[in-house]
Every structure is written in C-alpha cells, then in structure tokens.
C-alpha cells in the first residue's frame, strides 16, 4: 500500500500562485510515477501533470503548460505542483497519484486538496 497525502490547496485571486505538495508513505519502492489530475464541479477527471522517477521527464496537459511545473525529492517521497497565473477554471480539486506501472486508475490516490481561483 502507498499512502499519499497532499497539502497547500487554498483560495487565490486569478493571477496568483499556489503550491501542492503530495507526501507518498508505505510501500513507495513501488512507484513508477506520480502525477496530478484535477476535478472541477460536473466534470471528470482530467490528467494535470506527472513525472517519471526514472528520468525525470515530465508531462503535462496542454492546458496548464507554461503555467505549472511538476517537480519530485525522491529521497522524500514527495511530489510538488507549483501553480502560476493560476486562472478561475483552474478551480478543482487537485488529487495526487501514484502509478505503480499499470496505469493511473490501478495505482494509489490522495483525498484530494482543493483549489479556487477567484475572478
């Protein structure tokens, strides 16, 4: 099992930054990747941004390039989201998630932290 507990949503104007932090615990040898995906009010679930332990090598969605960065402290098991220009349909609950090699939705998730970007 991977516990993963992420912190520092809030409520920002538009424009502003926020930054999500994602501790994994437990069985983290496992992890492959670990990523952020975001859910607003009456939609799914959509991919944010993950990152690769192994490389590196990040990804992330087309909407928030240039704006987010994804970053990792292995040694710490912790995953960060620095979100900048933060506009209001960023607005969602941001959740953590770690990929064990078989895809996001067999692999471990957080609560959820949730973000709101005023207008």
């Known amino acids: 099992q991977v516990q993963l507990v992420e912190s520092g949503g809030g409520l920002v104007q538009a424009g502003g930054s926020l930054r999500l932090s994602c501790a994994a615990s437990?069985?983290?040898?496992?992890?492959?990747?670990m990523g952020w995906f975001r859910q607003a009010p009456g939609k799914e679930r959509e991919f944010v941004a993950s990152?690769?332990?192994?490389?590196?090598?990040?990804s992330y969605a087309d909407s928030v390039k240039g704006r987010f960065t994804i970053s990792g402290d292995n040694a710490k098991n912790t995953v960060y989201l620095q979100m900048n220009s933060l506009k209001p349909e960023d607005t969602a609950v941001y959740y953590c998630?770690?990929?064990?090699?078989?895809?996001?939705?067999?692999?471990?998730w957080g609560q959820g932290t949730q973000v709101t970007v005023s207008s």
């Open positions: 437990g069985r983290t040898f496992r992890t492959y990747a």
């Open positions: 998630a770690a990929n064990t090699g078989y895809g996001w939705t067999s692999g471990y």
């Open positions: 990152i690769t332990w192994s490389t590196g090598i990040p």
